[in-house]
């Protein structure tokens, strides 16, 4: 009951998240090719690639949706957020149209496509690529890879009637989205005495997250085969009923953990890459009875103690849904692994009849590692720094031994995540 009860709530919340998405639209406005301004609302909860192909708008909340592809429209702004223009850019020798996020504005306008994709442009001169190359060369007989920085000849190039902003230019370790504004925002203010304007609020950069938790997981696991012991007593196990209910219980197992969270802004300004590490232990004793009815005279006894430490890792996508409200609804989808210590088990099957003297089947264990996919749904606070979440999981196992098979997982957890 307790089992279907949670994949119910499972289920309901994954529907319900899905409908949330569906509904994430932000206040914002569209630029008509005729310089007309629509205001209305932008789905924005996309991010990243797909925020470069097309824009979905609606005037009301309760309009229908409207698409519109590079081209179609000058521009689209999300209210305390991004900018996008549609430009024709040059990619893989190819001319196409993308809504480009629109980074400053001054006397150099510097443009991010998602990926290492940054445009600039100077006055009235076509947009120009800066450009990352990866090399390859080899050194004391092995491969080595290297970034080569041919941004930075086109950087100084197009800033040559700045030799200090050159300069610090030539200082530049990597290509990013905050390091070009600030050079743009510098030169901007060298050369022009008026206000340039920056666009760019959300940061580019990779944010990471550490976090600890704790857990409280029930598992379903299968105590024994019932067709191994179909095959160590046949006579015996054909007159007592080891049915397949007979052999599944609930281990109720809490544990506590830590994790390491980055985002992936170049995929989904949503989506982020988790690193999960947590411990726990099982502890376990059962007493069961077991006859058939119209045997009465045959009967069976289960006897055993088993107890281990587990040691679970996990990687996982999680993708959290765009919201104002206090708290954020996220989806996880992963991988998890579990290694196993410390364990000890003492297990026997005592059979017998009326007309003969018992018969003992001792069970081993000897199960080292499991491992399978898990998938979550929860609820994470809105907060900047710090942030309280509560999340539901239901994991499968990929094992299909007869001892204590680890069938399904199904968790609570609670933790809280701090922004570094």
Known sequence: MKTKILVSIFFFSLISIAGFSQSAFQKGYIIKNNNDTIYGYINNNKGGYLNSTKCIFKETTKSEKKIFKPGE?????????????????????????RFLEYLIDGILDVYFLSGEHFFISKGNEPLRELIVNREFFEYGGKKHKRKSKDYIGILKATLNDSPNTQKKVEQLANLNAKSLVKI??????????????????????PVFTIGVFGKYEIIRVSDFSVSRLENLNSYLFYYLDFGEENHIINVNQPGIGVFLKRNLPFIDERLFLSLEGSVSKWDIHEEREYTKADHQNYHGRLIYDFSKNIISSAIMFQYEVRSEKMLKPFLQFGYFHEFYSNQKFNGIIELNTDLTS???????????????????????????????????????????KPDFINKLYYGLNLGLEIKL
């Open 73 to 97: 429209i000058k521009a689209y702004k999300i209210d305390g957020g991004r900018y996008y223009i549609s430009k024709e850019i040059q990619i893989h020798e190819k001319t196409e149209s």
């Open 184 to 205: 743009a925002h510098e030169y901007h203010n060298e050369v022009c005495n008026e206000e340039c304007i920056i666009y760019q609020k959300e940061g580019k950069e």
């Open 358 to 400: 018992p018969t003992n089947i001792t069970i081993k264990e000897n199960l080292k590692n499991n491992n399978g996919l898990l998938g979550g749904i929860g609820l994470i606070s809105n907060r900047s720094k710090y942030n309280f979440f509560i999340n539901l999981r239901i994991s499968k196992s990929f094992l299909k």
